[in-house]
């Protein structure tokens, strides 16, 4: 599939356009590549764009000064990546947005976007809608913090993002989760001894 048709599926789940308009939506687009380890973001950069990622993944994260690494998000293929912070408030980024493994992405720059949601309804009406789920999507997650233990977050995130478990390592699962490597292999472990049969971390690269 090219880079053009992924990011026109996508965006027809949520809205309609026309041949001729997501032509004009996609020359605003720039293909980018990038290596496994690279930076895209990193803290008091000026950010003016997102990007799409067609594939690999990218993980956003927050390293404290205790050198605590807290993952916020990871952004596999149609899915999205900046510092929405930096981007929004237009203030310099404070995360790190870097490759997990190789990378394909489309870049839109923020003017590109505003210039297409002022003239395309649809076009702004899928990113009010994106950012909403975004919404939900946090505020999900900050409550599975609140309410469950390790183990109940361990099963809610296998649950929702299967997928996370075949393209990304065990550390960065374990830092997502806010528990250590170990403590991700007994779940791991218990998993696999489990009725069901199922062996979610089997396919993780160390």
Avoid at 105 to 120: A, H, I, S
């Amino acid at each position: 599939m090219t880079a053009e048709d992924q990011l026109k599926q996508h965006l027809l789940k949520t809205a309609s356009f026309t041949d001729e308009e997501f032509a004009y939506i996609f020359s605003h687009f720039k293909p980018l590549s990038f290596k496994k380890g690279q930076t895209i973001i990193a803290p008091g950069d000026k950010v003016e764009a997102e990007y799409f990622v067609l594939s690999g993944c990218l993980k956003s994260f927050f390293v404290n000064e205790d050198d605590k690494m807290f993952i916020l998000q990871f952004s596999l293929p149609n899915w999205w990546a900046s510092d929405y912070n930096a981007l929004v408030h237009q203030v310099r980024a404070t995360i790190t947005v870097d490759c997990v493994a190789d990378t394909e992405v489309l870049c839109l720059p923020t003017e590109d976007r505003e210039r297409l949601c002022n003239e395309l309804h649809q076009f702004e009406r899928f990113f009010r809608l994106r950012t909403s789920r975004g919404y939900v999507a946090a505020y999900k997650r900050l409550l599975s913090f609140m309410n469950n233990d390790a183990r109940g977050r361990y099963d809610e995130l296998l649950s929702l993002y299967p997928e996370l478990y075949n393209a990304v390592p065990k550390q960065l699962i374990a830092a997502y989760l806010g528990v250590s490597r170990e403590t991700l292999s007994r779940f791991n472990y218990k998993k696999k001894r489990g009725s069901n049969g199922f062996k979610p971390l089997q396919t993780i690269a160390a």
